[in-house]
C-alpha cells in the first residue's frame, strides 16, 4: 500500500471512518428504540408522557432508518458508502488486497430485501411522505439482520485495509468496536454499561420508581 497515492489513502480511510460513524449510530438508535418498549412498564411510561417519548421513539427510528441508507444506499455516486468503498477497493486492489468483493456482494445480496424494505421506509415515510399509500413501517427483526450483515462487511474492508488482522469482532445488534484513531487494537465499545443496562433503561428505570403507577405487576 506504500505506493498508493497518499491522498486515495487518506480519502478510503476517511470514507471508512465515516461508514463506521453511521453503522454505530443507527445500531444505537436502534438499541434505545427497542429499550422504550423493552416491558409493559415502560409502555405505560411512554403512553403516559406522550409529549416526550411517542416524538423520541418516532425520531429514533427515522434516525436509525436514513444511517443505515447513507451506509447502504448506492444512487449517489459521492455517498460514503459500502458500494463506494467496494468501488475503490475494486479500482485500487492495494487498498485491502485481502479483500474479496464477490464475498462483499453476496453479503449485500443476502440482505437485498430487507434493504430495499429500509430504503422504501425512507423514502415513503422518514426522508418524504408518500399521499399514494400508507408509508412502510420499519420492522426490527429486519433492522437487526441487516445491522449484523453489515457488521460482518465493515469488519472485512476494514481488516483487509489493516492487514494483518487480527480479525475484529463486531457484536451486532448489541454495540460496536470502534478503532481508536483507526489503529490496531481496536477499542471494543458498547451500549452497555458495567451492570449490563443501558443508559436508556437507567432513565426509564428510574422514572419509573419515582411513580409506582407505571411498576410491572406480577403476570406480565
Not at 138 to 149: G, Q, S, T, W, Y
Request: with cysteine.
Amino acid at each position: 500500500m506504500d505506493d498508493l497515492d497518499p491522498v486515495l489513502v487518506a480519502k478510503f480511510q476517511k470514507m471508512l471512518k465515516i461508514l463506521e460513524y453511521h453503522l454505530w449510530a443507527a445500531n444505537t438508535h436502534l438499541n434505545i428504540w427497542q429499550a422504550l418498549m423493552s416491558s409493559p412498564g415502560k409502555l405505560r411510561l411512554c403512553h403516559t408522557y406522550t409529549g416526550f417519548f411517542y416524538w423520541t421513539r418516532d425520531a429514533h427510528v427515522d434516525r436509525l432508518v436514513i444511517k443505515i441508507c447513507v451506509a447502504t444506499d448506492d444512487r449517489d455516486k459521492d455517498q460514503p458508502s459500502i458500494h463506494k468503498l467496494l468501488r475503490l477497493a475494486k479500482r485500487h486492489p492495494k487498498l485491502a488486497e485481502t479483500l474479496d468483493p464477490s464475498a462483499i456482494e453476496s453479503k449485500l445480496a443476502q440482505i437485498s430485501t430487507e434493504l430495499k424494505a429500509i430504503l422504501d421506509v425512507r423514502d415513503q415515510r422518514s426522508g418524504h411522505w408518500d399521499m399514494k399509500k400508507d408509508p412502510p413501517l420499519p420492522n426490527a427483526e429486519d433492522i437487526k439482520k441487516v445491522l449484523a450483515i453489515l457488521g460482518e462487511i465493515y469488519n472485512d474492508i476494514y481488516n483487509a485495509h489493516y492487514p494483518p488482522p487480527p480479525k475484529v469482532d463486531f457484536p451486532f445488534p448489541q454495540g460496536f468496536p470502534i478503532p481508536q484513531e483507526m489503529t490496531r487494537p481496536p477499542r471494543h465499545l458498547t451500549l452497555l454499561d458495567k451492570e449490563g443496562t443501558t443508559d436508556t433503561d437507567y432513565v426509564m428505570n428510574m422514572l419509573i420508581e419515582a411513580h409506582p403507577h407505571l411498576k410491572e405487576t406480577k403476570g406480565e
